[in-house]
């Protein structure tokens, strides 16, 4: 099954019904196959552990886990850090059937661990990570949206009501005109 967010070429032109995008993934083994080669390599300087954060339908962990394997690299572990309880279903599902010989190394976790040593991966997961746009002006503060005008998207800002994001933002020491992202899930 396809993953919420992907799209297929045929379906561009009704992307809004159909989903949001596709990831390289999704789209060719090569691009699991490529990283792969350079997680390997990383590996060999480190220790061998891969850590992937969002691994949205486990096909790029599917797929680089294959090319380890052929490159005589696997890991001894592969963690997956999936905060979608649908999406971490998928992924066991895909992974148990391509490749149930390595799948004891496959492991889930609920928390970024304390500490690790190896290769952490993360594709198209930074922009799915929910932030507000704070704008520091003239010694007061302003959270930045999307508005329109006319027939196109601008920037707009406007008055802060989130209490919580009031309080984060005023923690920071920013100069004036400053633009920065503050994510208050990360707090803690
Ligand atoms: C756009 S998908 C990308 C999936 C996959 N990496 C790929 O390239 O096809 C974003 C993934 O990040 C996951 N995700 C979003 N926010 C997350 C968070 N805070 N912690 C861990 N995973 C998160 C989503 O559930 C999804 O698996």
Redesign the pocket.
């Known amino acids: 099954m396809r993953?919420d967010?992907a799209i297929t070429p045929r379906d561009r032109t009704s992307s809004a019904e159909a989903g949001d995008f596709t990831?390289?993934?999704?789209l060719s083994a090569l691009f699991g196959r490529t990283v792969a080669r350079q997680v390997a390599e990383i590996m060999a300087h480190s220790t061998p552990h891969i850590l992937e954060?969002?691994?949205?339908?486990g096909?790029?962990a599917a797929d680089m886990l294959a090319e380890l394997e052929q490159l005589g690299s696997l890991p001894d572990s592969y963690s997956i850090?999936?905060?979608?309880a649908d999406?971490r279903e998928r992924q066991q599902t895909l992974l148990r059937e391509r490749l149930p010989h390595l799948f004891g190394r496959v492991r889930w976790l609920d928390a970024l661990p304390e500490t690790f040593g190896g290769a952490m991966i993360?594709?198209?997961?930074l922009d799915?990570?929910p932030v507000h746009l704070v704008h520091w002006q003239d010694s007061a503060l302003s959270q930045r949206g999307v508005a329109i005008d006319g027939e196109s998207f601008c920037w707009q800002d406007r008055p802060m009501d989130d209490g919580d994001l009031l309080h984060a933002a005023q923690q920071i020491a920013a100069p004036d005109g400053y633009v920065s992202e503050i994510c208050l899930?990360s707090a803690g």
Request: proline share 8%; glycine share 8%.
């Open positions: 993953p967010w990831t390289a993934p999704e954060l969002g691994a949205g339908s096909k790029l850090l999936e905060i979608s999406l993360a594709n198209e997961v799915a990570l899930a």
